[in-house]
């Protein structure tokens, strides 16, 4: 009697889990995309109810050794794979495939009450390596200037400091923070801030920039500075920190993981794209998704 | 007269078992310790291997840098023991005079209500403490301080004693209503008043307990990991006031732990801030047991 009901629960399980593994897509990664992939997969899972997905963040490092530990099906990623991570990935029999669902650009912020419009990516770069520490030199008030970025494990942080920073170390006086989210509060409350983020995060519910912080227009040392906020000015190139947000999957998409990614990249996940405040991926990335079958 | 025998044999081999399987139990608490401690120095010895106990006593902590990278614990070490100070000195003069008037000026009803409100202040999750801090605490001290933010060691500070004050009363508390009464009405017949009795009768003799509830308070301040990683700004530069931003241990294991390959240099240098961070928990539980084994001694 006992020994039946063991088998019958033996099979439920295995039932269940095959189920589950086959229905059930796991996607972990990038904070900056994670509001963004959460609302994909919000409509995505109306149109296909048995699909179940699940979308979490913790930061693009966070997501690329989950899927390198092939413990994900997406990983979701605000910078490229490094070298090493995909070494690491094959080791463990994973082949990374990249695709880019959509452009970000990266934004500088400051306090809404700082009088600075504008700043060049050399500057930016020498504020975060701690070389001008404060406000005045910067034509600004005398403040000492109050450093908030994010952590080693976020893909922001490690994009910011290979292309604005030239790969040098960020200064020791950085205040490293958990979330996109909190950078905003905190920026808002610290009249010397200046940060860094996805320019989804700095819309409000209602659309408009926070009240608290500001937006600086950047250039690229040709004194033309322009602002993240125009969708022109990242089609034609011109703002110089601009970059794609990725998934990486274990091989080609196949099955419910190449469907999801095939409703991202169609034109109406491309419109929630631009809903949630980023841009639809274009140029160069479009070849690259076609090397991965879409 | 072979069966009372055989029935007494029995009953004996019962009371046996049974005192083998509570001494398992008090084994399986050690057990686990010892194998946190081995699991902790197994994992943390391919990075002293690999890079040198003196790259762990450097001030910075920076293993995903570019340029060169950098293990030092130093900053982490010092950001930790900043905050969890800085509770205490907050913590213990408000929560032993909280519970020396719980126990020897509230009445009986009074008590009934405050200390269980007190008790369900330990329920409060971390995370929503840290938020707390975020919003609140961080425009509050900054215009304090007139500094620019308010994410410090300060703020920290602040809330790690608010979440160890529950631990510090209700032990407290304990200690000090468990004074024999005999004690105090001997004090009170030789003329000292109610406040004398209490300062110089009372809380001496539930001293030792006191500190007991201090040292676990401490530990809790130690260990807190979600509150101080969102308050505390996280900065790697060793702090040089308690208005500077502070990193603690236990904040930058949780926040490099996800991202590290396992197996790599990063990941097992993490397990040597735990060893260190397991280390001083380990010396202040070991302190305060050793207090309060004092203190029981003394009632006896």
């Known amino acids: ?294 | 007269m072979s069966k009372i025998n055989s029935r007494t044999l029995g009953s004996r081999l019962k009371e046996q078992a049974i005192e083998k399987f509570f001494l398992l139990n008090g084994l399986l608490a050690v057990l686990v310790l010892l194998g946190i401690f081995i699991l902790l120095l197994l994992q943390a010895w391919p990075a002293v291997k690999e890079l040198g106990v003196k790259a762990f006593a450097e001030s910075r902590w920076d293993p995903t840098s570019p340029v060169q990278e950098r293990y030092g614990i130093g900053a982490l070490l010092v950001g930790t023991l900043m905050v969890s100070i800085g509770a205490m000195a907050i913590a213990v003069p408000i929560g032993i005079a909280t519970a020396a008037w719980l126990a020897d000026v509230a009445g009986n009803r009074l008590r009934e209500i405050i200390k269980p409100v007190i008790e369900i202040l330990a329920a409060i999750p971390s995370v929503v403490v840290g938020f707390l801090g975020l919003v609140v605490l961080n425009p509050l001290l900054a215009r304090l301080f007139h500094t620019s933010s308010g994410l410090n060691a300060v703020n920290g500070s602040i809330l790690l004693a608010i979440m160890a004050l529950p631990t510090i009363i209700s032990i407290s508390e304990d200690a000090i209503i468990s004074v024999p009464q005999e004690l105090k009405s001997a004090s009170l017949a030789l003329g000292a008043n109610k406040w004398q009795t209490l300062i110089r009768v009372t809380i001496p003799s539930a001293l030792s307990g006191i500190v007991a509830a201090i040292m676990l308070g401490l530990g809790r301040a130690i260990g807190e990991t979600m509150t101080v990683l969102m308050v505390c700004g996280n900065a790697a530069a060793m702090p040089h006031s308690y208005l500077d931003p502070v990193r603690t241990m236990t904040a930058t294991i949780a926040i490099e732990l996800g991202e590290t390959v396992q197996g790599g240099t990063h990941y097992y240098s993490l397990f040597v801030i735990a060893f260190v961070l397991f280390i001083l928990t380990f010396l202040v539980n070991l302190v305060s047991d050793l207090v309060l084994q004092r203190f029981q001694e003394v009632r006896r």
């Open chain 1, 1 to 294: 009697m006992n020994k039946r009901l063991f088998v019958i629960l033996l099979a439920v399980l295995g039932v269940t889990t095959s189920a589950v593994s086959q229905n059930f897509i796991q996607i972990k990664g990038s904070d900056t995309s994670v509001n963004l992939v959460q609302r994909l997969a919000e409509v995505y899972m109306e149109k296909d109810p048995k699909t179940a997905i699940a979308v979490t963040g913790g930061g693009s490092g966070v997501g690329i050794a989950a899927l390198i530990a092939n413990k994900v099906q997406i990983a979701d990623a605000s910078r490229p794979m490094k070298e090493k991570e995909y070494a690491a990935a094959k080791e463990n029999g994973v082949l990374a495939v990249e695709i880019a669902i959509g452009i970000d650009a990266l934004s500088v912020i400051v306090n809404h009450d700082n009088p600075i419009q504008s700043l060049s990516m050399a500057q930016v770069g020498a504020i975060f390596r701690g070389e001008i520490s404060n406000w005045k030199d910067l034509g600004g008030p005398n403040l000492p200037i109050s450093l908030y970025g994010r952590q080693p494990s976020s893909g922001t942080y490690v994009f910011f400091q290979e292309h604005v920073l030239g790969n040098k170390d960020y200064s020791a006086k950085m205040k490293q923070m958990n979330g996109n989210a909190q950078i905003i509060e905190a920026v808002s409350a610290d009249k010397a801030a200046i940060s860094y983020c996805g320019v989804g995060y700095v819309f409000a519910e209602n659309g408009e920039v926070h009240s608290g912080i500001k937006v600086l227009d950047i250039d690229n040392g040709n004194k033309n500075p322009v602002s993240p906020l125009l969708k022109e000015n990242i089609t034609n190139g011109k703002y110089p920190i601009a970059r794609a947000l990725y998934q990486y999957t274990n091989g080609k998409p196949k099955a419910n993981v190449k469907s999801f990614v095939g409703f991202i990249l169609s034109p109406d996940g491309q419109k929630i794209v631009e809903e949630m405040g980023f841009y639809p991926v274009s140029g160069v990335y479009l070849d690259n998704n076609k090397k991965a079958g879409f």
